[in-house]
Structure formats: structure tokens, C-alpha cells
């Protein structure tokens, strides 16, 4: 049994997401105690416990302790299994994130995983579906990873309803070293994204891509922004751009003009972009279970945020694989040793 202190670095939801995710692909079984105790509202929110659900659904797993609220759990895996299944997070809980529980034990099934999940696509706090599919799976690829995600519908904050349709196939992982590859070179540096809004004036979305775009161009990248207006369940908007390995989102809130939306996002990008990095902060911490998980592989990141110390710090505790972080310049190299 490996026991994990839900509190440490992060403290966040991500910590149990590494952990039962790592506890499915071991086979070990695994207790988290204090998850989330340093929030407002500590344990385990709806979109954890589904999250914790569908793992134990792939891996035959027995979880005691799960529930809304609950501090402590413990996770114990059987064997993973392929098949269809139908998830319902019930509110605008993050899509993404919920994939990010599943998605490395998923790579180990004997067979193919689809997932039908309803809920939050671009959502606060959390990447959205389009860095999912453009950043995450990009880099994730190189890896010998194979996922196709669909959406279906697009989900909001507070209602949710968004679909995607996930199918993750049996993979053959390796390593892959990021930081001697120039990722951003891939397209010729050319900065691509969507913005979209549903149940909204079709200009919202229009002026949150011209704005980004502007700002991008101006900076002497050359920029392509598709734009998506439609009318889903919820009323939303938002805006993901990307470039290599590297990408920014920033989600439309109410009272705050559609021109603000794009330069954000813009700003974002810019400042990843703007570093000699191999990848950006946000890809930087969902690389490090898979770099566990394949024993190799490095890369270049401009900061090390405490999400990437703390998945450092998870992975090590279920694998026999050591990371090494050494400042370069102005950048941090993170390496399996």
C-alpha cells in the first residue's frame, strides 16, 4: 500500500489525479489522506469523485472513502480492461481533467477505451478540450501515445453539458526528449486557435479572435484563428491558441469585454513563446507521469511550477525512476536520471 499526503506541494485535485491514475497502470493500491484540506472546500468535489469512478471502472478497481467531501480515500486496481462507457460528470466539471485521471492507465489496456463524457469543456482552472487535443495529445504523441478526441458540444461554467467523445487505444510508450527537439519550429511558427461562444452574439467570438490575433501579429508571428459560434445547452465563450508545444486558453466571464479575452490569451502565449523552452508550464506537469511511466525523456520549461514539483514528487513515490531539475540560463531542464 503506498500512502500519499494529499496536502503536500500542490494540494490540489491534481495530486489525486496522478495518484490513482499511477496506482491503475502499477497495480499497487494506494491511500491519499488531507486531499484538498487546504481549501475553502476541502475533500473531494462531484468532478473528483466521478474522476475516481470512471478509474475504478477501467481497472476494476474497489474504492472506499469516496464520496463529496471525503478527505481520504483508498484506491485499490485490478486489472485494466477495455470497453464503452458512458460518464456523466453532472455539472461543468472539467473534462480535461477528468481524461488527465484516466488517460495514462487507459494507454495499458488490452484493448480500446471510449469514453462519452458530458460536462465542462472550457472551464476555469483547468486546460481546455482544445489544449487537451493540440497540446497535451500533441506532445503525448511523440510518446507513441493514441487518443482521438471529439467535441461534440461545448460545456460552460455553471451548467456544463459539453460532450466528448475520447477513444484511447492500447500504446506502446517510449521516451521522448523534448528539449532537443525545437517544437515550436514544427509549423514554421505559426500561431493556430479557435475561439468559440454559444448562446452569444456571433461578434463576441469574431472580436476575441481579432484582438488575439493583432497582438500575435505584431509580435511577428504569422496567426490563423478559426472562429465557432453556436448554440449549445450552456452560454459561454472562451478562446485556446497554440504553437508547437506550447499553447495558452483563457475562458469569456461576464463583464469582461471580448477585446480583454483575446489580448489575455495573446499575453499568454507570448510570454511561453517568448522563452527558448521546450514546452510551457501547463504541458510541463502532465508530461511527468509518462515520463515516469517510460523511464526517460527531458525537457526545458521557463518556470517549474508547483503542479510539476508536486507530480514529480507523486510519480516517484509509485515508480523506480528518479527526476533531475537543473536551472539552464533562464530556463529549468527537467530530466528523468
Not at 496522478?18 to 476541502?42: C, D, F, H, M, W
Not at 454559444?198 to 508571428?221: C, F, M, T, W
Request: proline fraction near 4%; include cysteine.
Amino acid at each position: 500500500m503506498i500512502h500519499i499526503d494529499g496536502s503536500y506541494g500542490e494540494g490540489g485535485g491534481q495530486i489525486l489525479r496522478t495518484s490513482v491514475a499511477l496506482s491503475a497502470v502499477t497495480g499497487e493500491a494506494v491511500t491519499i489522506n488531507n486531499i484538498r484540506s487546504n481549501r475553502p472546500k476541502p475533500g473531494l468535489s462531484a468532478q473528483h469523485v466521478k474522476a475516481i469512478e470512471t478509474a475504478a471502472l477501467i481497472c476494476d478497481a474497489t474504492v472506499e472513502g469516496i464520496g463529496i467531501g471525503s478527505t481520504a480515500i483508498t484506491f485499490s486496481p485490478q486489472e485494466m480492461k477495455g470497453g464503452c462507457y458512458n460518464i456523466d460528470i453532472g455539472t461543468a466539471g472539467s473534462i480535461a481533467l477528468l481524461l488527465q485521471c484516466i488517460m495514462p492507465a487507459a494507454a495499458y489496456s488490452d484493448s480500446d477505451i471510449e469514453l462519452r463524457i458530458t460536462g465542462g469543456t472550457d472551464v476555469s482552472w483547468s486546460p481546455s478540450i482544445d489544449y487537451l487535443n493540440n497540446v497535451t495529445l500533441r506532445a503525448l504523441s511523440k510518446m507513441g501515445y493514441r487518443c482521438n478526441i471529439d467535441t461534440r458540444k461545448r460545456g460552460y461554467y455553471p451548467r456544463g453539458g459539453g460532450v466528448v467523445h475520447a477513444t484511447i487505444y492500447p500504446s506502446e510508450m517510449r521516451s521522448c526528449d523534448f528539449s532537443e527537439e525545437d517544437m515550436n519550429s514544427e509549423e514554421g511558427g505559426k500561431v493556430t486557435g479557435i475561439s468559440h461562444s454559444s448562446n452569444l452574439p456571433e461578434h463576441v467570438a469574431q472580436r476575441q479572435a481579432d484582438s488575439a490575433r493583432d497582438l500575435i501579429q505584431k509580435a511577428g508571428y504569422e496567426c490563423e484563428i478559426d472562429t465557432e459560434c453556436s448554440e449549445y445547452p450552456s452560454t459561454g465563450s472562451g478562446i485556446t491558441l497554440y504553437c508547437g508545444m506550447k499553447g495558452a486558453y483563457v475562458p469569456g466571464k461576464r463583464g469582461l469585454p471580448a477585446e480583454k479575452v483575446g489580448s489575455r490569451v495573446a499575453a499568454e502565449l507570448l510570454e511561453e513563446l517568448s522563452s527558448n523552452s521546450s514546452v510551457d508550464v501547463h504541458l510541463a506537469d502532465q508530461l511527468i507521469p509518462y515520463m515516469g511511466l517510460t523511464k526517460g525523456g527531458s525537457f526545458t520549461v521557463r518556470e517549474m511550477s508547483s503542479h510539476t514539483a508536486t507530480n514529480i514528487h507523486v510519480t516517484e513515490q509509485f515508480l523506480d525512476v528518479k527526476f533531475r531539475t537543473e536551472k539552464k540560463e533562464e530556463m529549468m531542464e527537467i530530466s528523468v536520471i
